[in-house]
């Protein structure tokens, strides 16, 4: 799935303010790119991690 820069910063924005405040003091992100996934012509495929340690 490709995500548009705007549309993961909605869902991220949306998914930090589900949180409870008094609960959650931080949020680790994490992110990779696959390796071997960029060929001729291909995009890269990368991976992002976003969680609460709480």
């Not at 931080?26 to 991690?49: A, F, W």
Request: with cysteine; hydrophobic share 35%; glycine share 6%.
């Amino acid at each position: 799935m490709i995500l548009m820069p705007n549309s993961l910063q909605d869902f991220f924005t949306n998914w930090v303010s589900s949180f409870n405040k008094d609960e959650v003091k931080q949020i680790c992100i994490d992110g990779k790119t696959l390796r071997g996934s960029k060929r001729k012509g291909d995009r890269t495929i990368h991976v992002i991690n976003a969680y609460s340690t709480a």
